[in-house]
């Protein structure tokens, strides 16, 4: 089994995303190749960085999972390549593990990470604008073929990690910020269900307040409460998010990234 | 060969896909995944049912179609599993296997419907939001790897049923409404070629009325007539659709589903 | 290896892409399948040709691409088949295959084009409106699986060829045209890279005109100038492009394909 993903802001219209599957088969012609998200806001790391973690734990050991959303592309960045627990990631070295590398610490996997600096396992010509087609689809296919992580590169210790976000304890809760908005108009925040603790066995009694407006109650999904109605539940990687029953919560609220997202505990 | 397609309103954005993809392949590594649709509008079960009955024979025997489209995701609908004619499906029973089933009616073939009730088939941890990763995406993955359909859950026979717009004989023809407007704006009917019958030999004299417009006389296709022309004939599934030559025929008559669709026979 | 690559206007929302997959499947078993853009805006035959370009090149040889964007389907336009160079194609005989050919030409590769007139090769039934899934899919499966070129069709030595747009020498420079706009809102010209010849070596001196504004000076990449600023710089495929950097060139120059691009040479 041989898997490698995708995850790029290059968009579906203009073929690039084939381009780096036909490079991929020519090196490792048995790769199974999944799209994890094509339309990653341009050059928005944090936003790919949180794909990227909310996905790559799904997925079959040793995937190989390719990043390509990367402002500096052509610039001194770095390309890299990680082994982190059980996945493989390929990337450019501007805060894309982040998250990733924030739940090795919390497991006590090993990280091995190099730089990706073996131009002998690149295209032959590369050019300064497209390093996904040109050094990190050859070098996932590379890697997923079998080629060890420490031949394509140098070790290195000091990737770029991203300083994200933490939700504040307050004085009866939690102050967090809302960190994704996804394609239904969920509205999620970096408050997670460690936050909650205990209190999440009193659920009809958690506050949350975003968007100017105030939720009393936790439910457990969408389908208890009437179409149209503002709703708090725990999403499905166990972030606490605001939706609208059968419809766009982030619609309803002009909620956006970055917003105050607090909640106050019984 | 093993194949499974998806189709669901889940989006291309947030990695929701790609990681039933890992799931999948987790569970049974040679599947072959073809996506059918992620951009059903949100919660939309007619909508995704007919895409599905356009779609699934059109497949090998034995593919499993799973479809993620769940407004009652998390509450007491069931999710289940079915073998009907030559297809396998996995989804909510919510209605999205109407269309499908009522072919098997007309095909006279068998039909095998179960509940997904058995949890050693699904994710370990199954969320209230997400069973399309959680649920879905497993059983379809045990089904394509070899698990007799009765062993993933118990037979049922009362599977949810949409009331299905049916068009309605006039005086003079056939009453019948919008059912889908395609990428390309072609608003397709529920009037099908076999309501038709024999007057399909005297196409040049069917009037179509749609819109507040009148078109008379079908064509074949969509070169026969100028740019720009509105123009009525029989859609790729058997339908009949109106459509504007190199334009959006739902732009111009401003056409929506559940609009007015009449036919007058000569 | 079994490769194709699909290259369609037919979007994504209405199960046409997944229905082909689908019947290729159902003659291929083995074909590894990638999408190539099925958001090439509808009946648009030069921007397929443009992306079909760019990218079947890319993939491993004798890998099959299948393109659909067919304003004449139906009609008396042949369905046609090709092995041009390492590459072998399938779709309408409407210009896709331009720029290829162009190529071809340029490389000295040989070029064997047919006509697809035989119907055991596509599914029995066939309908008027959507070729892509009744002839294109099943020829390109036919083609992988083995089965000789000659065989599926007779041989043509007139294909339709498109009319392109090429750059014209002026007094100190090059007048060109934009050609594409992609995801980022890059613009691409027709300006390439063997147009600028020697010049290259002086980068810093060409001038760029596009939308009414004037660059001066080729960059590397995006990277080295800040964000906000209009630069000028190859592309990734040798065509000379202006960007803006983490922005929409296309956007802030309200620029359109067909537009004059000049450069001025040192």
Chains 1, 2, 3 share one sequence.
């Not at 790919?48 to 790559?56: G, H, K, P, Y």
């Not at 052509?74 to 390929?90: L, Y």
């Not at 982040?98 to 690149?122: C, F, M, N, S």
Request: hydrophobic share 40%; glycine share 10%; proline share 6%.
């Amino acid at each position: 089994m041989t898997i490698i993903s995708l995850l790029t802001d290059f968009g579906l219209k203009d073929g690039n995303v084939g381009v780096m599957k036909g490079v991929i088969w020519g090196i490792c012609p048995q790769a199974q190749i999944a799209d994890l998200s094509h339309t990653i806001r341009p050059q928005n790391v944090p936003e790919a960085a949180l794909i990227l973690f909310r996905s790559a734990f799904y997925f079959p050991d040793d995937t190989v999972h390719m990043t390509g959303v990367d402002p500096g592309v052509g610039t001194a960045r770095r390309p890299i390549a990680a082994q982190i627990g059980p996945q493989r990631f390929v990337c450019p070295d501007n805060g894309l593990l982040t998250r990733v590398l924030e739940r090795a610490g919390q497991e006590g996997w090993p990280v091995e990470i190099v730089h990706l600096d073996k131009p002998q396992y690149w295209l032959k010509e590369v050019s300064h604008v497209f390093h996904g087609r040109d050094i990190f689809a050859p070098s996932a296919a590379h890697l997923a073929r079998g080629v060890p992580l420490r031949d394509l590169g140098t070790p290195i210790q000091d990737a770029v990690k991203l300083a994200l976000p933490k939700p504040q304890r307050t004085e009866n809760g939690w102050r967090g910020e809302v960190i994704h908005v996804d394609h239904f108009g969920n509205v999620a925040s970096n408050i997670r269900m460690e936050h909650l603790g205990s209190e999440l066995g009193h659920k009809e009694r958690i506050v949350v307040r975003v968007g100017g407006v105030e939720i009393r109650g936790l439910v457990n999904t969408f389908g208890e409460r009437p179409e149209g109605e503002l709703i708090a539940l725990m999403g499905s990687t166990g972030n606490l998010i605001v939706s609208l029953v059968n419809g766009s919560a982030a619609a309803r609220l002009n909620a956006k990234i970055g917003d105050l997202f607090e909640i106050i505990l019984p």
